[in-house]
Structures are given as structure tokens and as C-alpha cells.
């Protein structure tokens, strides 16, 4: 397995992670012994890298990690998030919450979640407007001290706000959502990480499955599907979308790979301090998603991907727009 270094001269991690919280929340039924099985053969091919968060099923994704970890956590990079307080009743409420007693409370919390005595990566899963970022990142640098945290994170946090964390205590990663028709993180935040030493690492570097080319009609979403309510699947914007799709599944076809397989391999092929963690609940699409780090893109390739799907291409915001005023803070 392939591997690459998280932050400055941080640990080696695998070069492509798995995300998690599809296993419990957001897309459809779940099946706990698939997803355990997924993360068992994730740990078998070399794939270290496991990204969760306390939010997703409230708590009960990290159970459940924690249950596929047992006797296999010395194999496995572990990562979680804290800081976004959900409605019970509404998917798209959020509260966010980065006051020091509450990072504190919610890292325990997710300690006997997870099973484990230490967290490798902690993020803060969205920065709280109502709390300085340098008490958030000094309770979190505290659980390093602590020993109960081993790196610091922040999710979809603005380039000010790194730079200020980062004054703080070191900051090894920022998780952002980035793919060929997400390409927010190059309007700063990638060129700021660059400049500290942080890693970036994608979410939903598949488009949220759309750049597979398995998703054909709106209809076929689960009732409780996240899709349903994102804007990118709604009305015009579903089939624009669906155009760019068809034109990367004519390249991978030139190329010998899959679509989604190409899709990652161009987040990969955009520097070696991108670690991105598409997220399957099935072991098949995992072995798909592991076949990415095999396709090697050219730089004729490269460009002939940018010509086809430039950034803006996509249409639709990637969240709902209630949802949309908590990035890049």
C-alpha cells in the first residue's frame, strides 16, 4: 500500500483512507456486518487511515469502528471529529459547539465510543463562531499533553483561522471537501496548508458517489438519503451533473479504469501531501477505490481532464444553503 506523510514531518499514513460515515448515517440502510467486514479488509490491504466523526449516527459510527478495531487498533490510523451539535428531528440544524469544557467532554466521550485510550487525529469538525479558535485548539492541544490525542485537525475551516490555529499548536491536516467538481480548497486554504506544513484531506472525493457513474436518476435515493435534500441532486442540476459524469466516464474508458477510479486519481495526482478518504460501506467499492492508486495520470491526461471538467463545472450548491454559512470560517 502506498503511503504518504500526514503534515510536516508527521507519521506515514496510507496514501488513500476510508471514510466511515456513510456505514452509519446519510446513505441509506445500514448493514454493520458488511461495513465491519469493509473495514477488516481495508486493514488487510495495508489501508490504515479510518476517518469518523461523534456526529454521524450520534455517536454510533465510532461504536462501531470501535467494535471492527477490536484487537486490530495497533493497525489502524485513527481519526475523529468533534464540534457540530445535530438535531434529532432535522438533518439540516446545526449547532456548533468548540468551547474548551465541551472539547474535553466530547474527546472522552469518543474514547469509550472508539474503544481506545488515544485518538491519533482529532479534528474540529467546523469551526464555532462564538468561541476564539485559540481556545478551541488550546483545550485540544491540552488532550495532546494529555496523551489522549496524538495530532490536531480542522474540517472546512477558513485560511485565517488556520493561520491563527496554527499559532497555537500544530495543525497536521485540514479535512475539506475537494474532487473535480469541488474545487474550493484551491481558492486559499490549499496554499496555506502548503505553506505550514498540513496536510489536506479530502472528503467526498467521489462527488459523493455521483463521479462513480453508478447514479442515474434522483428516484433511486433511499427516502432517508442525504442526496435527496443536497442541491447538486436537485432538479436541472441533476442531469448538468450527470453530463459532466458521462465525460469522465469517456475518458476512464480511454484509459482502461473506472470513472470513479479516475476521479480519485486526479485528487491524488494533485500533490503528494493530498490524502483523500472516499467512503464505501462495501468491500467491493473499496477494491475499486484501492485500484486508483495504480491509474497514473499523465500531464496531456491532467489537462485534457481540467478542458472537459474545469472548476465551477459543477452545478448547485454542495449543501444545502442553510448549511453552507459554516464552511470557510
Known sequence: MKQRTLGKNGPLVSALGLGCMGMSDFYGARDDAESIATIHHALDCGLTLLDTADMYGFGGNEELIGRALKGRRHQAFLATKFGIVRSQTDVTVRGFNGRPEYVRAACDASLRRLGTDTIDLYYQHRVDPDTPIEDTVGAMAGLVRAGKVRHLGLSEAGVATIRRAQAVHPIAALQSEYSLWTRDPED??????????????????????????????????????????????????????????????????????????????????????IIPIPGTKRRAYLDENLGALDVVLTPSELAQIESLVPKGAAAGLRYPAAMMGALGR
Not at 484531506?201 to 427516502?223: C, H, M, N, W
Not at 441533476?238 to 458521462?246: G, K, T
Not at 465525460?247 to 470513472?259: D, F
Request: net charge positive; charged share 20%; hydrophobic share 40%.
Open 188 to 273: 486559499g486554504a490549499l496554499a496555506v496548508c502548503r505553506e505550514l506544513g498540513i496536510s489536506l484531506v479530502p472528503y467526498s472525493p467521489l462527488g459523493r458517489g455521483f463521479l462513480t457513474g453508478q447514479i442515474k436518476r434522483f428516484e433511486d435515493f433511499a427516502a432517508d438519503d442525504y442526496r435527496r435534500i443536497s442541491p447538486r441532486f436537485q432538479g436541472e442540476n441533476f442531469q448538468h451533473n450527470l453530463d459532466l459524469v458521462q465525460r469522465v466516464g469517456q475518458l476512464a474508458a480511454a484509459k482502461g479504469c473506472t470513472p470513479g477510479q479516475l476521479a480519485l486519481a486526479w485528487v491524488l495526482a494533485q500533490g503528494g501531501d
